[in-house]
């Protein structure tokens, strides 16, 4: 059996030269970790696997400029790019060069149509100050919805960052319905990294837009989300997608939810199929995981800059002049003169949940695992903070039990859409999959306790009432990675998976077309990104070594859940996991800072 040391080891030998051989390796490492590329100043020496004079080398990086496979310069091409004190493969320098020079390319088009929506928004005031008109106490607060949504009429790359419930889908659906009012044959594409995250970015944004105009409920309910991998045209056993640079997607409007879940790799082939004219909207949560594979690049871009929620004073100016009530209005404290930052005003944080209160239950929990709070998190492990955030340090099995025995409601449902529906009413989350608390042995053991009390019977693989999650996209039966569905029998008794589709109904697949699926009474935290559940019950392994648990990871799977919250976890691995961030390197923050003006 090839072990991953072996294969990182494997992957240096390639190249002849000893002295490249000890970076090489440590390179594919740090890809393998999530990392797009080798920061030559974090290096250590306790990370490497190697003979002596493989640990004199790596003390001497400055030698890496004179190797022949090494580029200097990002026109040459070698295996290997040397930038600003940064080791990369070719390939993922090249990832990230297109996204920073699509991003930058994209804002720097806006300048010459910045005139014409100015005006177009200044003769639609009234429709949009009526849009966004509020009530009570948020009159109270800047109205960081409108901010938003002026910008993303007036720029073509945006990015909304915010926690659940801060309104990110509401200040969407508000900029369509206006610019769907500026132009009625707006081409508009919906899209997300999983099916799963699609069809509730779908659900939630035609949820938002419903209104009085007939017409433009039409519009909405014409929306069809998809993967990005559909999006940009998938073809199957290629790297390769049909959009690209010299086939460019034809929309006016792209907007991607769940974008911390893209990879590097995706991340630049959707920038390379992005047109001149087309407007970008990316959305998610910067606090969220980022993705499986290489690259943190929405967390990168949301962290480029020192502040966000900084405006110029001309598009303060324009912003405040939609608000009639001044405590609602962007302050002194939020503008400044353009900083020449390629992001500037082109990242914003929408601030407040209408969802989660900040000084209790989950949004206080979430708030707290964020900053470190330790004396608010000391309050939640010791169950002292109120009802709807409950932390077991013992495993507690009855607490365990009382939870699962949730999945009976789906389980006696006979209707198959509505059992469905139930059974996404609650979820076992697992930080790790191996273990007495990974995802494996928690699967098994929520079987073999539902069985116990005869709700259902493990007699074959694909069994009565079984929950599966399609673990990689099949465009031929149209599921897709993350989708959700149950093992029922039709009405002749022949067994058969059940998905719900786009219209609320369920559609049959006989299992054995369906090859990439788990049983799913328990997910990974990674997976249930896109998701949200009534109930949670998060289950963290018992040791606080381990490196995956970190305050995203926890962040992240509290914020799964509406209304409850069950974490299952020792005090010292919660205050571990509180203090430790994810950090993967990368050089879009230093480059971006090399193209300012």
């Given at each position: 059996m090839v072990t991953l040391k072996d294969v990182h080891q494997q992957f240096a030998s390639y190249f002849p030269s000893r002295y490249l051989q000890p970076y090489a390796y440590m390179l594919s490492k740090r890809l393998s970790e999530g990392h797009i590329c080798l920061l030559l100043s974090a290096l250590k020496e306790e990370d490497a696997l190697l003979s002596d004079d493989w640990l004199?080398?790596?003390?001497?990086?400055?030698?890496?400029?004179?190797?022949?496979?090494?580029?200097?310069?990002?026109?040459?091409?070698?295996?290997?790019?040397?930038?600003?004190?940064?080791?990369?493969?070719?390939?993922?320098?090249?990832?990230?060069?297109?996204?920073?020079?699509?991003?930058?390319?994209?804002?720097?088009?806006?300048?010459?149509?910045?005139?014409?929506?100015?005006?177009?928004?200044?003769?639609?005031?009234?429709?949009?100050?009526?849009?966004?008109?509020?009530?009570?106490?948020?009159?109270?607060?800047?109205?960081?919805?409108?901010?938003?949504?002026?910008?993303?009429?007036?720029?073509?790359?945006?990015?909304?960052?915010?926690?659940?419930?801060?309104?990110?889908?509401?200040?969407?659906?508000?900029?369509?319905?206006?610019?769907?009012?500026?132009?009625?044959?707006?081409?508009?594409?919906?899209?997300?990294?999983?099916?799963?995250?699609?069809?509730?970015?779908?659900?939630?944004?035609?949820?938002?837009s419903s209104s009085d105009d007939q017409e433009m409920n039409k519009r909405f309910q014409a929306l069809e989300p998809s993967t990005l991998h559909r999006l940009l045209g998938y073809i199957p056993d290629s790297p390769f997608f049909k959009h690209n640079h010299d086939n460019t997607l034809n929309y006016d409007v792209i907007i991607v939810d769940e974008s911390s879940m893209i990879d590097v790799a995706l991340f630049a082939k959707l920038m390379d199929a992005i047109g001149k004219g087309t407007r970008l909207i990316l959305l998610g949560d910067k606090n969220q995981l980022a993705s499986v594979e290489a690259g943190s690049l929405f967390g990168d871009l949301c962290l480029a800059q020192e502040k966000l929620n900084v405006f110029s004073t001309g598009q303060a100016e324009l912003i405040n002049s939609f608000i009639s009530d001044s405590a609602a209005q962007i302050s002194l404290m939020h503008q400044s003169g353009d900083s020449g930052h390629p992001l500037f005003q082109h990242v914003i944080e929408l601030m407040f949940s209408h969802r989660f209160k900040d000084d209790s239950g989950i949004g206080h929990f979430s708030k707290a695992i964020l900053g470190n709070d330790r004396p608010v998190i000391h309050k939640f492990v010791t169950n002292k903070a109120g009802e709807l955030v409950y932390v077991d340090t013992t495993y507690s099995d009855p607490l365990f039990q009382s939870f699962v025995q949730g999945y009976e409601e789906y389980i006696n449902e006979k209707d198959k859409v509505e059992a469905l529906r139930k059974f996404n009413n609650l979820r076992v989350l697992c930080a790790v999959r191996e273990g007495v608390h990974g995802l494996a042995a928690i699967n098994s053991k929520i079987e073999k306790y539902l069985e116990d009390k005869r709700l259902i019977k493990v007699d074959r693989e694909f069994y009565d009432n079984r929950p599966i999650i399609v673990t990689s996209n099949n465009y031929n039966l149209g599921l897709f990675n993350g989708d959700i569905g149950l093992i029922r029998p039709d009405d002749s008794g022949v067994l058969y998976a059940w998905f719900e589709n786009k219209d609320g109904e369920v559609k049959a697949f006989s299992p054995g077309f369906i090859k990439n699926c788990e049983t799913v009474f328990a997910m990974t935290i990674h997976k249930s990104q896109g998701s949200e559940f009534n109930q949670v019950l998060v289950i963290l392994p018992d040791d606080s070594n381990n490196s995956i648990l970190t305050r995203e990871l926890l962040y992240t799977a509290v914020t799964r859940a509406r209304n409850y919250v069950l974490l299952q976890g020792s005090e010292e691995v919660i205050d571990e996991a509180c203090s430790r961030m994810v950090e993967r390197a990368s050089g879009i923050v230093e480059r971006l800072k090399h193209t300012e003006n």
């Open positions: 004199a080398y790596l003390n001497q990086p400055d030698q890496l400029s004179k190797e022949v496979l090494v580029a200097m310069k990002p026109s040459e091409r070698q295996p290997f790019v040397l930038l600003n004190n940064r080791l990369y493969l070719h390939r993922y320098f090249q990832y990230e060069t297109i996204i920073l020079n699509k991003i930058v390319a994209s804002i720097q088009a806006e300048q010459e149509l910045l005139p014409q929506r100015i005006a177009d928004l200044a003769a639609h005031r009234a429709y949009i100050q009526d849009l966004f008109r509020k009530k009570g106490a948020e009159d109270q607060r800047t109205d960081w919805q409108l901010a938003a949504a002026l910008s993303l009429v007036l720029q073509n790359f945006t990015i909304i960052t915010g926690g659940p419930g801060t309104g990110k889908t509401t200040t969407v659906a508000k900029v369509l319905s206006i610019l769907f009012t500026l132009n009625d044959s707006l081409k508009v594409a919906l899209a997300a990294p999983t099916g799963k995250a699609a069809a509730r970015m779908g659900e939630s944004l035609k949820k938002a």
